[in-house]
């Protein structure tokens, strides 16, 4: 599967003053459940560039290669997990929200086919926050695997807190 990020619009930069930070703003993406294929068995955590000058609506157009399998699209908690965080210099980067993309939204898209997404930003406690993250996502060939009934979380994976545990209490998130 490819994922470009294409760009986030809106966003709330939270300081305002004389000393005020800009928007630095970038993206982490990681699937759920991680690549069972993957041989160390982590959580592939993939990373957008730093939009230095797009402050409220950055711009990206970076693409990622997932190694996903049949199983992921048979697994009804599967999902993208998007994080978008601003780099600060001297505090280091800020969480600004997150989203995920659920495996229902993806459907079985006929191969090379590109679906457009945007998806609202939410905070971390799980309620609205301003702003909205577009996507473009092509599946590419795919490697048919078993299917599991139970998904199997990694040892490396650990719950995610700040979210909502009525979301997510069935399911483990990489960090």
Same mark, same amino acid.
């Given at each position: 599967?490819?994922?470009?990020?294409?760009?986030?619009?809106?966003?709330?930069?939270?300081?305002?003053?004389?000393?005020?930070? $800009?928007?630095?703003?970038?993206?982490?993406?990681?699937?759920?459940?991680?690549?069972?294929?993957?041989?160390?068995?982590?959580?592939?955590?993939?990373?957008?560039?730093?939009?230095?000058?797009?402050?409220?609506?950055?711009?990206?157009?970076?693409? @990622?290669?997932?190694?996903?399998?049949?199983?992921?699209?048979?697994?009804?908690?599967?999902?993208?997990?998007?994080?978008?965080?601003?780099?600060?210099?001297?505090?280091?980067?800020?969480?600004?929200?997150?989203?995920?993309?659920?495996?229902?939204?993806?459907?079985?898209?006929?191969?090379?086919?590109?679906?457009?997404?945007?998806?609202?930003? $939410?905070? $971390?406690?799980?309620?609205?926050?301003?702003?909205?993250?577009?996507?473009?996502?092509?599946?590419?060939? @795919?490697?048919?695997?078993?299917?599991?009934?139970?998904?199997?979380?990694?040892?490396?994976?650990?719950?995610?807190?700040?979210?909502?545990?009525?979301?997510?209490?069935?399911?483990?998130?990489?960090?």
């Amino acid at each position: 599967m490819e994922i470009t990020v294409i760009s986030a619009e809106g966003l709330e930069s939270k300081s305002s003053g004389p000393f005020s930070h $800009r928007l630095r703003p970038f993206i982490t993406i990681t699937t759920y459940p991680p690549n069972p294929q993957n041989s160390d068995k982590k959580c592939q955590v993939y990373r957008t560039r730093v939009d230095d000058q797009g402050g409220v609506n950055p711009t990206w157009g970076d693409k @990622f290669h997932f190694p996903i399998d049949t199983a992921f699209f048979h697994n009804r908690y599967s999902c993208i997990y998007i994080q978008l965080y601003t780099k600060r210099l001297i505090k280091g980067q800020i969480q600004l929200g997150w989203c995920q993309v659920p495996v229902t939204d993806l459907g079985f898209l006929p191969e090379d086919s590109v679906r457009y997404l945007s998806y609202r930003i $939410r905070a $971390r406690d799980g309620t609205r926050a301003p702003g909205v993250i577009n996507l473009a996502i092509r599946l590419t060939r @795919f490697q048919q695997v078993a299917v599991h009934p139970v998904p199997r979380a990694s040892d490396e994976c650990q719950t995610v807190i700040g979210i909502p545990l009525a979301m997510f209490s069935h399911m483990s998130i990489c960090q």
